[in-house]
């Protein structure tokens, strides 16, 4: 052989860059041991001596090409091929191939696939972007489909593929895979992680009739098996009707066939094969030591592997020690703070320092994960305990019941049940007793009246005291992290001083629901409404002012409405009413400017940072809104939510009126303490933010950082080392982790994930929808009909009066766009989540917690959204 063709036998998992991922997992398993067919590959080095005559005319054919211009793809695609269409094979490539060839019988069939360097990776399969013969017989056959398959590199497909998974065309080259072609009774694909479910202990096995290419374009239904990995045992099996087959033709290439009546809808696999092809697929997962997606074929009563590639699909599992085989339940701590984007690792490091309980020796709780980008934790000590597991499910139907429903159906398995008890209720009982206290005084004997000034005063106290801590000028700077993370670790005893209060406002408003009936819904409603005090509805009231400023002079407008692609306010001072702008937008920065959109996540820049996503929002409000509109708006909300206080006791009957009226008054007075905690988190954070920035100026300094940015990429536990002593160069590690975030970044969290890696996705039933309804949660009640508007970015994006506001979640950074929506659609949420409260303080009817509303709704479609029954119609 030469550098232009490998044998199976020459090639493992070192060969990627010469036989591409294909062949190098090829050739891997067959030197393994595994039964794969023999076979051989045109190298890469063949591909680029095919290539090389127009090699500079076929990159500048597709430089510059918008991925979202598919005409324009399609006719460079096409210039493209016809450009290599004209190229013929080297004559040196031939000579090897026909060399190769001479070793096998003149009527060996074979099986012709491509192979690129960038497919079957880790991170992007690649799978299915260029071509593949089957039952290729004689060498002009097989020297011509080897040509095919280097021009298949081109396809428009593939051209698309590498563009939106960021690899340049220039860096990708071509093997093809030259094996002996099996001729086989039945084929599939094997998954040796259940491909739904994403269960790592669940194989799944799709069966059908004759060569695989039937199932894998997608022309024939496959029966579908499942295997449980551990006992062997076969879980569940789907018979589908497997109407035709594809068969290799005697002298070359295939056809398709009609099935027997009986045929078609008999069993593909005995029992026996099911087992073998699992045990199978498990020893060659243990090889690769990941999840494999490997077609497989049976030819006279012999299995054959004829592909295996990683499964890129999958979310990232739990960490579990190794010697816990216990099953673990884990809740996204990123829906329940509606901020479902990817977050770096130093983002979600601080996260693992809030909770007080289960600390390793870094002073991290062992029940926060970082998995996949985001924030987990692990329930699975209270809900093994029936006071916890109930507690904990019913808080989760207040705010998010597709989470809520995940989880009761995790906790109901035999093997979550049969772990027992692991918690000791008394433990539950011991962290609760102060608030079991307090929380029933405030709902019945209390004074409720100015709790909200009181916590005001509360959390400022704490915040000034950890900026005065972090500022001390005699800290080195490991002390002032380390004071930093103590900071954070004392937010959840700050919270608890008010948490109480907080508590019995939701609870009153929970009974008052009860307690006023179905018939009386309209009036509870309101008394949610224009309460006074919450911290989100007071930043965007003052939004709203700042916006009434600009409108106080033409000049000052004028000069913003130029800038606002530069989100800049330089010049402003020099224009008429600019100082006074000025100092307005300093006033509301000095309250509020530690906020800003996805604040959870330590890394985006807070408003006093960067001011463009909230100057956009003034300018959005001045467009469209009047000037005061906002406060007219909040006013005349309040004065419903009085009327509706003074009126619900007369429409109960007498024995309740005395609870009614009480519970009325906790609901006004204690619900805008809902949102106080995570505003003093985020001015928390946004000091710690000061600390971290000036150590990574330094360490950028001195080269262990190759940029400032670079720390968010690393874990508190690195950078306690990097200031403990003399310090490692962190720039690679650094390299690695935005490469591990860029990929989880593109992956969609589940809101629950087992130690198994299974997501459960219970569906919410919600009786009288009609068919294709989209289904969510009721949080606020009304029904509206308007057009939609999806957005993704409330910085860069602004709503016009009477549209519908669909979006991922929201958060205070989204507040301003609801000034001008009728209905609210997100994706994330629960009763008590920010858009949720929000919603019903503007009373406008919303539906939350709808999978893929924003991928199903476009902007411009007609929607019913049924805020009473919670669920949204796409209307013609």
């Known amino acids: 052989m030469t550098d232009y063709v490998l044998p199976f036998a020459r090639i493992d998992h070192s060969a990627l860059a010469e036989v591409g991922g294909k062949g190098a997992n090829l050739g891997e398993m067959a030197r393994a041991g595994f039964p794969v067919p023999d076979g051989l590959c045109v190298t890469t080095r063949a591909y680029r001596a095919y290539v090389a005559p127009v090699e500079a005319q076929v990159y500048a054919v597709l430089e510059g090409l918008d991925p979202a211009d598919l005409s324009a793809l399609r006719r460079a695609g096409q210039q493209v091929r016809d450009l290599l269409a004209q ?9 090897a191939l026909t060399e190769a060839w001479q070793d096998w ?82 084929s599939g694909i094997l998954f040796t992680a259940d491909p739904i479910t994403e269960n790592r202990h669940i194989t799944s096995i799709d069966a059908s009739f004759g060569l ?6 997608g022309l024939v239904s ?24 594809i068969l290799p033709l005697a002298g070359g290439g295939t056809e398709k066939v009609d099935l027997p009546e009986a045929q078609q809808t008999a069993a593909a696999l005995s029992d026996t094969q099911i087992t073998a092809l699992s045990a199978l697929g498990a020893q060659i997962e243990g090889h690769y030591g990941q999840p494999q997606d490997i077609e497989w074929a049976i030819a006279g009563g012999e299995i054959f592997i004829t592909q295996s590639r990683p499964i890129t699909s999958l979310y990232p599992m739990p960490q579990i020690a190794p010697d816990d085989d216990s099953l673990h339940v884990f809740l996204s701590l990123s829906h329940l703070q509606v901020m479902t984007d990817a977050m770096p690792p130093m983002a979600i490091s601080l996260w693992r ?44 139907g207040v705010a998010d019941q597709l ?46 009246a100015g709790e909200v000034a009181k916590v005001d005063g509360l959390m400022r106290d704490y915040v000034d005291r950890v900026a005065e801590e972090l500022r001390a000028p005699d800290l080195d700077p490991a002390q002032r992290f380390e004071r930093a993370l103590a900071a954070l670790r004392g937010l959840p005893p700050a919270f608890g001083a008010w948490a109480p209060q907080m508590v019995a406002g939701i609870l009153s408003q929970r009974w008052l629901h009860r307690l006023a009936g179905a018939q009386n819904a309209d009036l509870v409603a309101d008394i949610e409404r224009g309460v006074v005090g919450n911290v989100v509805t007071d930043m965007n009231l003052a939004i709203g002012d700042l916006a009434d400023a600009a409108r106080g002079s033409e000049d000052v407008l004028a000069h913003l409405s130029r800038v606002a692609d530069g989100v800049s306010l330089d010049g402003v001072a020099r224009v008429a009413g600019g100082p006074e702008f000025l100092a307005k937008w300093q006033a509301f920065l000095q309250t509020y400017g530690a906020r800003g959109p996805s604040e959870i996540d330590i890394s985006r820049p807070r408003w006093h940072e960067d001011g463009g996503s909230l100057l956009q929002m003034v300018l959005g409000m001045t467009q469209h809104s009047e ?17 509706a206080a003074q009126a619900l006791p007369a429409r109960v009957p007498w024995y309740k009126r005395a609870l009614v009226r009480r519970l009325t008054g906790n609901s006004r007075d204690l619900m805008p303490l809902r949102e106080h905690h995570k505003f003093m988190m985020i001015m928390v954070l946004d000091e710690v933010k000061t600390v971290l920035l000036e150590i990574a100026a330094d360490l950028s300094q001195r080269g262990v950082l190759a940029q400032p940015e670079d720390i968010w990429f690393l874990q508190a536990g690195d950078l306690r080392d990097a ?36 997501h459960p996705r219970p569906n919410l039933v919600v009786e009288g929808a009609p068919d294709g309804a989209m289904i969510g949660s009721a949080v606020s009640s009304g029904i509206y009909e308007g057009i939609a508007r999806v957005v993704r970015d409330p910085g860069r994006e602004t709503l016009a009066p009477g549209e519908i506001l669909v979006a991922p979640f929201t958060d205070p950074g989204w507040t301003p766009l609801f000034v001008n929506a009728s209905a609210l659609v997100t994706e994330v949420g629960g009763l008590m989540t920010h858009g949720s409260v929000v919603a019903r303080e503007y009373g406008i009817p919303a539906v939350v917690g709808v999978p893929e509303a924003t991928a199903l709704i476009k902007t411009g479609d007609r929607l019913r959204i049924n805020g009473d029954a919670g669920y949204i119609e796409i209307l013609p």
């Open 627 to 643: 000037a005061g509109a906002h406060r007219r708006h909040y006013d005349a909300l309040t004065e419903a939510g009085l009327r």
């Open 222 to 245: 496959a029966d579908l098996y499942k295997v449980d990995k551990r006992s062997g045992a076969i879980v569940s099996r789907e018979i589908a009707r497997k109407k035709l087959a």
């Open 105 to 186: 019988p003149p009527d060996q069939a074979f099986a012709v696939r491509s192979s690129a360097t960038a497919e079957d990776l880790p991170t992007a399969s690649f799978a299915g972007q260029q071509d593949t013969y089957l039952n290729v017989i004689g060498l002009p056959a097989l020297t011509e489909q080897t040509r095919q398959c280097f021009i298949s590199l081109f396809t428009d497909r593939a051209i698309l593929y590498r563009m939106q998974n960021g690899f340049a065309h220039a860096q990708v080259a071509l093997s093809v895979v030259v094996q002996q072609m099996v001729l086989p009774e039945l």
């Open 723 to 758: 200031l403990a002593g003399p310090t490692a160069d962190l720039r690679a590690l650094v390299s690695q982790r935005r490469a591990d975030f860029a990929h989880y970044a593109r992956k969609a969290p589940p809101r629950v994930i087992t130690s198994e890696g299974e």
């Open 353 to 396: 320092y809030f909770p007080s309980i289960g600390l390793n020796a870094q002073g991290e709780s062992r029940y926060a994960q970082d998995i996949g980008g985001r924030v987990y934790a692990d329930l699975s000590p209270i809900l093994r305990h029936p006071l916890g597991r109930r507690i904990l499910t019913t808080f989760m």
């Open 87 to 95: 190229q013929p094979l080297p004559e040196e490539v031939v000579q």
């Open 212 to 217: 695989g290419e039937a199932l894998v374009s």
């Open 403 to 448: 989470a809520q429903a995940a989880l009761k159906e995790q906790v109901q398995r035999p093997e979550f049940l049969a772990q027992g008890e692991r918690y000791n209720p008394l433990r539950l009982v011991f962290l609760l007793r102060h608030y079991a206290r307090r929380i029933p005084w405030f709902i019945f004997f209390g004074k409720t």
